[in-house]
């Protein structure tokens, strides 16, 4: 389950409800998932979804899996990767291990992976996980599909590379295998300049 905190723009005079919308954004993504995926985005890229490249994230809090809240701010600092995907897409189930992948390697440099299930049923993500002994990722379950609504994602799956400032730097929309490189460099990248940044500060 997610719950919105503080989110900007959301609940103004003339917006679909959270409820009606997000059953739009899941009906759109189950066609979504038989299109295969595609990368965009970017710096300068175009603004995906409800919340595009150069905005800040928004202020989400998440249930996770395993149990207890986590709110996307609390990991400023560190660089994220958000990822809304389900158990029934079929690009999603080729995604989460590669994604699983990339946060072992990059875990010790500051990097979270944060995947957000929308799928109605727990127990179908609870089954999908069984597959493999241990996730180094982060599982968070998102029944109403409240996400859709703050997100507004083009497609299933679709992440977004939050920078340690918490803003959105790049978005892949749908999912290829031949993503993840170019996901995981991002990523890498975005590490790579807080370490740099660390090392050019002045001693006191």
């Given amino acids: 389950m997610l719950h919105p905190a503080g989110v900007g723009g959301a609940g ?7 409820s009606a919308l997000a059953l739009g954004c899941l009906a759109l993504a189950v066609s979504a998932c038989a ?10 890229g175009k603004d995906t979804g409800g919340q595009g490249v150069g905005h800040p994230a928004p202020e989400i809090v ?10 996307l701010s609390s990991l400023r600092g560190k660089v994220v990767l958000l990822d809304v995907w389900a158990s029934w897409c079929v690009p999603c189930k080729r995604e989460l291990p590669m994604l699983d ?6 875990h010790r440099r500051g ?8 799928d109605q049923e727990r127990e179908n993500v609870d089954k999908f996980l069984a597959a493999r002994p241990r996730w180094t990722l982060t599982v968070a379950h998102d029944s ?11 497609k299933m799956p679709t992440s977004y590379v939050i ?3 918490g803003i959105i730097r790049y978005v892949n929309s749908g999912f290829e295998p031949a993503d993840a490189p170019e996901i995981e460099r991002r990523l890498a990248e975005l590490a790579g300049e807080g370490v740099a940044s660390k090392a050019k500060a002045p001693g006191p």
């Fill in 12 to 18: 103004r005079a003339g917006r679909t409800p959270v």
């Fill in 35 to 44: 299109t295969g995926g595609s990368s965009g985005g970017g710096a300068g």
């Fill in 62 to 71: 998440v249930d996770r899996l395993g149990g207890g809240s986590l709110a």
């Fill in 101 to 106: 992948a990339i946060a072992s390697r990059l």
């Fill in 111 to 118: 990097v979270e992976v944060l995947a957000v299930s929308v």
């Fill in 144 to 154: 109403k599909g409240a996400i859709a609504d703050i997100l507004q994602p083009e």
């Fill in 163 to 165: 920078d340690r400032a």
